[in-house]
């Protein structure tokens, strides 16, 4: 297995590295779908970087319960100061996502929704699948899935524009923090496989930036063969 990045030293400069990138379009693209998570009330949050979006989700249900899961201790402890007064309602675990397990027996109630921001972009295809298949258990039926990540979209903006763009990014991170992953995985067909439908997609920066919403699937059949 490869070495986990290092993001620890970038938990304090993380939130001014992407306005100084993107201005304030990853974020806009992070609460796409905010609004249609007021009836979920157990939440698995899965490398959120500072905790901007666990802070916005806390406040925006105070009903729900998060388990966070990061493999930067900084960033966590981030997360945590984020949540401020609502932390009580955060449990944190420090993990490589590539290894980790819902905690055993499975949590009750289960999981009704799961959330990774510009998350899978520092995973492989084969790795989503197998994380996606481990979580497909974890879940309450109808379960959502929100996912907002980088694409290149087809056409001359995605082979003159987005590649380059996501190249140097890949780069970048791969300087300061070891990412290995070089190229941007195939998350749609890794969810599909593990048993999760996408619901709704909205691009943003001419298809640079999407924001997807996927659900469980209502049998296992997907499960099959993986």
């Not at 493999?71 to 944190?92: E, F, T, W």
């Not at 996606?132 to 258990?137: K, N, V």
Request: net charge positive; glycine share 8%; proline share 7%.
């Amino acid at each position: 297995m490869r070495q986990p990045p290092d993001f620890n030293r970038l938990a304090r400069l993380y939130r001014w590295m992407e306005f100084s990138s993107f201005g304030p379009w990853l974020w806009l693209t992070r609460r796409t779908f905010l609004g249609n998570l007021a009836h979920c009330r157990r939440a698995l949050v899965l490398g959120d970087g500072d905790g901007r979006f666990t802070r916005r989700l806390l406040r925006a249900n105070p009903a729900i319960r998060i388990d966070a899961v990061d493999g930067s201790a900084a960033m966590l402890q981030a997360l945590v100061r984020q949540a401020g007064p609502d932390a009580d309602r955060v449990r944190v675990h420090l993990a490589d996502i590539r290894g980790w397990h819902p905690p055993a027996p499975i949590v009750a109630p289960p999981y009704d929704l799961i959330v990774t921001h510009f998350f899978f972009d520092c995973l492989t295809t084969q790795e989503i699948l197998s994380l996606a298949a481990r979580l497909r258990s974890a879940v309450s039926p109808g379960a959502l899935w929100i996912v907002s990540e980088f694409a290149v979209p087809p056409g001359w903006f995605g082979r003159f524009v987005a590649r380059p763009l996501v190249t140097s990014l890949y780069f970048t991170f791969g300087l300061l923090t070891g990412l290995e992953v070089r190229t941007l995985p195939d998350h749609a067909s890794a969810l599909g496989r593990a048993g999760f439908a996408l619901v709704e997609r909205r691009s943003r920066l001419g298809g640079l930036l999407i924001a997807e919403q996927w659900s469980v699937h209502q049998t296992n059949s997907d499960l099959k063969n993986l």
